[in-house]
């Protein structure tokens, strides 16, 4: 579970961190079919550490097969005071050149003296030390969103219906480029009548281009009669974002289109 710099974070949301990622995955081969087997039962509990500790241990051999990366390590940042006592911390994970952040606490009488920021670039050195690239964290409305966004972190998503009418924001920040420098598009595609599956195509392809440019694809919505299509980007840098534009596969396949290449409208966006 993630947090914001003030107040622990608790509850049903361990997905965020490696271990427990896409935990239906591997449930995907079989589904539960009662009395299948005689004398197998179901039982709803609590707390059940050896349970969790068998499925951490399960998910994470399954993520490590499907992926190739098996590297999976805690990352922690504990702040001790003279007296002996916990003045702050930090609890995340490091995995195929990820890192991610769970939970972050300062104490309340040592709040805006810095902790949050010493222990996030604490955390980002570290993740940097073990090669990876990115990290992500989440942090409910109540809790601190801006205190990332200052902190370079870029919105990518939320979801609502957390008590109270919040909402959890998710974020991410590149660990080897200035976030300063991160160039958000929005793209408007209108694809041609009578080439709809064409334009989809193409646009299928020239997306798996970003990449190589320092570019994502953070969504990507389509309307109903499939003839417009909504995309937003993430760019590194602006020069990234005109390599992209100027990617000679790119213009190879909008020439094979010819007139039933998709035409399209993009706007420069920035959080508000």
């Known amino acids: 579970m993630t947090t914001g710099n003030d107040t622990a974070r608790t509850g049903p949301e361990a997905d965020h961190g490696p271990t427990a990622r896409r935990a239906g995955d591997d ?14 039962t179901l039982r709803v509990l609590g707390t059940d550490s050896d349970l969790e500790a068998r499925l951490g ?15 999976e390590a805690d990352l922690s940042v504990r702040v001790t005071g003279a007296d002996g006592e ?12 990820r890192a991610g952040i769970n939970m972050v606490w300062v104490r309340a009488d040592r709040r805006a003296e810095g902790w949050g920021g010493r222990l996030l670039r604490a955390a980002e050195e570290e993740a940097r030390r073990r090669g990876c690239t990115e990290m992500s964290v989440s942090s409910f409305s109540f809790q601190a969103p801006e205190f990332y966004r200052r902190h370079g972190y870029l919105d990518t998503g939320l979801r609502d219906g ?12 590149s660990l080897v480029t200035d976030p300063a420098a ?4 929005v793209a408007l595609v209108e694809l041609a009548a009578g080439a709809v599956e064409a334009g989809q195509r193409y646009e299928d392809a020239v997306l798996s281009l970003l990449g190589r440019h320092g570019g994502r694809l953070e969504r990507r919505l389509r309307t109903g009669d499939g003839r417009t299509e909504v995309h937003l980007l993430r760019f590194a840098s602006r020069d990234g974002w005109e390599a992209f534009l100027a990617d000679p596969e790119r213009a190879a396949l909008r020439d094979a289109l010819g007139d039933a290449a998709p035409t399209g409208r993009v706007l420069e966006v920035h959080e508000v």
């Open 57 to 71: 241990a399960e998910l994470t051999a399954f993520n490590n097969r499907a992926t190739g990366a098996d590297d």
């Open 182 to 185: 991160t160039l958000r598009v």
């Open 86 to 97: 916990l003045v702050a911390g930090l609890s995340g994970w490091s995995w195929g050149g």
């Open 27 to 40: 449930a995907t081969s079989g589904r539960d079919r009662p009395g299948e087997a005689a004398g197998d």
């Open 162 to 173: 957390i008590p109270g009418g919040h909402v959890d924001h998710h974020f991410w920040k």
